[in-house]
């Protein structure tokens, strides 16, 4: 069946560091391809999303690229700051929807 | 966006006794509600799929007579959890799809002493 899989945290970084959170995928068909984040005390929200293979999806200086020949869809910022720090999930909507297990981030000052 | 809330957000209970979970849809109305499962550390497990007027779909290894979803109407789905023990301790959560996009309720965290 469709699976996620992503890079086990937690992540530390300092504030302005570049992030990269790797998530690679399996699934039949063409599923679309999301990252979801989870601040404290509260449910999951979409930060950005790609229906097809090269698509980019990005938001709040977030980015992740479709990229079908790898399978993957890494999340990226460039410079994070402290209110990034959140439990990131990377997932799928093949038939169903499919997460991955969550990579807790903190932004240290 | 659209909006999806739980109540309680969080419950303590006792062995043995049933506790009820609510997820309701603000703003707009959902045919379809979806109830997952949050390990810690875990990802999120779907356990069903909740259809307002007709019966609910459940995940394969999900006990329907331990978790009873009720969705009879548009805005409110509920989820009981009948005669819970200790390891039905997570974190529960649900959503809803408006349009394309799906909303997440912010989840409720139950523990069974």
């Known amino acids: 069946g469709d699976s996620v899989t992503q890079m086990e945290g937690p992540v530390t970084l300092s504030e302005e560091a570049f992030l990269t959170i790797n998530c690679t995928y399996t699934?039949?068909?063409?599923?679309?391809l999301f990252w979801y984040v989870q601040y404290p005390g509260e449910g999951l929200q979409l930060l950005l999303k790609?229906?097809?293979?090269?698509d980019k999806g990005s938001n709040k200086g977030f980015e992740a690229t479709y990229r079908k020949e790898t399978t993957s869809f890494h999340l990226e910022k460039g410079s994070v700051q402290v209110s990034d720090s959140a439990v990131y999930f990377c997932?799928?909507?093949?038939?169903?929807?499919?997460f991955g297990a969550g990579t807790r981030l903190t932004v240290k000052p | 966006g659209a909006v999806v809330s739980q109540h309680p957000s969080w419950v303590i209970c006792k062995s043995g006794t049933s506790v009820k979970i609510e997820c309701r849809s603000l703003d707009f109305q959902a045919t379809t509600m979806f109830w997952y499962r949050q390990f810690p550390k875990q990802s999120l497990m779907l356990m069903a799929t909740s259809n307002e007027g007709s019966k609910a779909t459940y995940e394969q290894g999900v006990e329907k007579d331990k978790f009873l979803i009720n969705h009879a109407s548009l805005t409110l789905s509920t989820l009981t959890v009948t005669s819970a023990h200790p390891e039905d301790s997570s974190f529960y959560i649900c959503s809803a799809y408006q349009g394309s996009e799906q909303f997440f309720g912010p989840g409720t965290r139950l523990t069974v002493l």
């Open positions: 790609a229906t097809k293979a090269d």
């Open positions: 699934a039949t068909g063409y599923p679309s």
């Open positions: 997932a799928l909507r093949g038939n169903d929807m499919r």
